[in-house]
């Protein structure tokens, strides 16, 4: 195989708990990761000159080993020693740094991707083993679907699919620090009432209730992120006032999803949150449910 064409998909966050911090210093989640058809496309293609070459549509992401796809093809090229050279060309659609995991999904892309076109026969857990390296992330963008994630994201449980229904996503142009908003939950010392009720939603997925899901959605991060950039939670009434059965910021922003059950309803929501100018990039989708044997 010469070349192969991948999509990288959006996740949000039906429900996002932090636990406590660790004596590590890293923080236990609890979270409900969800894959949405919004993606970025990659082209992976064998070529003569050595290397890792990467190129983007975005002038300001790094293309060297400071990029995720880069990384992600390093690791598996060094492991099974693959010499050929390797373009990635990568358009972005995922908004960055926004909590859609849009680096991760790119990553686990290409680890699928080179798997694929070197026959190097790992299973979709070995590839999430390896993912670990890279990011918490990483290993849900490479199973994908409806999962229950802990430990620090990196434990991963398979849910029944999410109930059908339409999407609005909103990133405001403002930039949010993962690490200022985690540095800043002071995780150990919330309150029991503070920590949204994970299982709550899982029920609802089961159950294949979607109004109950919206209901019992909630996100610890919100507690520092909305502070310290109102524009989310305006977006977040917006998306409420425009039909939407719930709205919620995704990861540790500052993106806010809202979640529909017709898709006029979503339609009319995303011509109007276009029109408020309170998001730099809006989107519609649907949830990526994966058919699982």
Not at 98 to 117: I, K, R, Y
Not at 183 to 204: C, F, T, Y
Not at 214 to 223: D, I, R, S, Y
Request: charged content about 25%.
């Amino acid at each position: 195989m010469h070349k192969i064409y991948l999509k990288a998909l959006a996740k949000i966050n039906l429900s996002l708990d932090v636990l406590r911090r660790r004596e590590d210093g890293y923080h236990e989640v609890k979270m409900i990761m969800q894959t949405v058809s919004l993606c970025d496309e990659l082209e992976v293609r064998k070529v003569k000159q050595p290397g890792i070459h990467v190129k983007t549509n975005l002038y300001y992401l790094p293309t060297n080993e400071n990029n995720l796809v880069y990384k992600a093809a390093s690791l598996l090229m060094d492991e099974f020693h693959i010499t050929d050279g390797i373009s990635i060309q990568l358009q972005k659609k995922i908004p960055v740094a926004a909590g859609m995991a849009g680096g991760s999904s790119d990553a686990a892309a290409v680890l699928w991707g080179l798997n694929q076109m070197y026959g190097l026969g790992l299973s979709r857990k070995e590839l999430m083993e390896r993912g670990v390296r890279l990011g918490a992330d990483v290993p849900y963008c490479v199973l994908r679907g409806t999962a229950l994630a802990e430990g620090i994201g990196e434990k991963l449980k398979v849910l029944p699919p999410m109930p059908k229904c339409y999407i609005l996503i909103a990133k405001p142009g403002i930039n949010v620090s993962t690490r200022f908003v985690y540095e800043n939950l002071h995780a150990n010392d919330l309150r029991p009432e503070q920590h949204p009720d994970v299982d709550a939603v899982i029920g609802d997925i089961r159950d294949g209730d979607l109004a109950g899901l919206c209901a019992h959605m909630g996100n610890v991060l919100e507690k520092v992120t909305v502070p310290a950039h109102p524009v989310i939670d305006r977006i977040k009434k917006y998306m409420i006032k425009g039909g939407a059965l719930g709205a919620m910021m995704s990861g540790s922003g500052p993106s806010v999803f809202g979640i529909f059950d017709t898709q006029g309803k979503a339609r009319k929501a995303y011509r109007a949150v276009k029109a408020a100018r309170l998001a730099k990039q809006v989107y519609l989708t649907v949830p990526y449910n994966v058919r699982r044997q």
